[in-house]
Structures are given as C-alpha cells and as structure tokens.
C-alpha cells in the first residue's frame, strides 16, 4: 500500500473505533483508575448486543469480487470471515459518543468538548460513506448498528453515573463554575521595613 492522503485517511476510518478504544484503555492505564475498564465493559454488551440481534437477519449480499469482500473483512477475529451482519464499527461509534455525550450533557460540559460533537460525527459518516461505497452493509443495517451502540452507551453511562461515583465516569461532573472562578476582591495591608544600613 502506498503512502499518500488517500490511503493514509483510509487506513485512519478503518482503524479509527480501534484507535478509539485503545484511547480510552491506555489513558485509564495510565492514570491508574478503572475509566478505561467501566468503558469496556459496556463497550463488550453493546458489540454482543449487536452480533446477536444482527446474526438474526441475513448477512447483507456482499460483492462477489474477491477483493471487496477482503476490503470488508480486513479485521476479523478467526478465520471465518465477519462475526456479525451489523458493522460494529457503527456500534462502537454510537456506543462512545453517547457515552459520552451523556456526561457531557448531565454536567453542563458542552462548551469544553465541542470537539467531541465535531469528530464523531464525521467518523460515523465517513464509516457509513465507506460501507456503502464498498458494499459492505445497507444503510439499515449501519442505522440499527449505531442505534443499538447509542442506546446501550446512555444506559451504561446513567447506570455509572447513579452509583454517584464521580472517579467512574471519563466527565467527573466538573462544571464551568468549578473549571474557572472570578477572582474576588480582597484587603490587603502593606507594612514597610526599614533595611538597616551595612556596616
């Protein structure tokens, strides 16, 4: 594969719920605490979720081009081809960004992760234009896979944020008003010394 934009942004889609995940796993790695493994947890319901309720419907009829049916299937666990009839990168997608979004929501932290409602947006479309471009799945099939990854991520993170256990959640609950404080006005009482003169 050559290097260039086009490859590179390819290689970038393609591994971005992977990058995603991995994200949020070494962050909570490396600050010591359980985020990353609370994450994982309803990450894993949410992909199972979706592999049983999309293995219930027909696999979508893939080209029978040998190598779109490779570009579709070039992460796979095993060596039987996809696991699931949904795309569960959609499920990751919607999974994280409700996850987050409810955090985010709840503790009144929109203006700090603007960025946040930016980047999985064009992730979830850029996927869905992928898919539908290599005739990997059906648009019904992408919009089931994000809904259920969405409505699992709520759930999971309202279940999180109930146990009232701020050190759980990625958004701790930290407010505009506990991020940036006006300064008050004080009194302050200045004394003079004299220096006494070097002998």
């Known amino acids: 594969m050559k290097l260039n934009i086009a490859n590179i942004l390819y290689l970038f889609f393609r591994l971005a719920p992977f990058i995603i995940v991995c994200y949020f796993t070494v962050q909570s790695i490396f600050n010591q ?17 979706s592999m049983m309720i999309g293995n219930t419907f027909t696999p979508h009829p893939q080209s029978s081009d040998i190598a779109a049916n490779a570009k579709c299937n070039l992460l796979t666990l095993g060596e039987n081809g996809a696991i699931s009839n949904f795309p569960l990168s959609q499920t990751v997608l919607g999974y994280t960004l409700a996850y987050l979004s409810y955090f985010i929501g709840i503790y009144k932290l929109e203006t700090q992760n603007i ?85």
Do not use: H, R
């Open 33 to 49: 605490d359980l985020k990353g493994l609370i994450y994982l947890i309803g990450l894993l319901v949410a992909c199972t979720s």
């Open 115 to 199: 960025a946040t409602f930016i980047f999985f947006p064009i992730l979830v479309i850029a996927d869905m234009i992928w898919n539908t471009i290599n005739n990997c799945s059906s648009g019904e099939y992408m919009l089931a896979s994000l809904i259920i990854g969405g409505i699992i991520g709520a759930f999971w993170a309202m279940i999180i944020d109930s146990t009232q256990m701020s050190n759980l959640t990625y958004f701790s609950g930290i407010s505009n008003n506990e991020v940036c404080s006006v300064p008050s006005k004080g009194l302050y009482k200045c004394k003079s010394v004299k220096k006494k003169p070097n002998v």
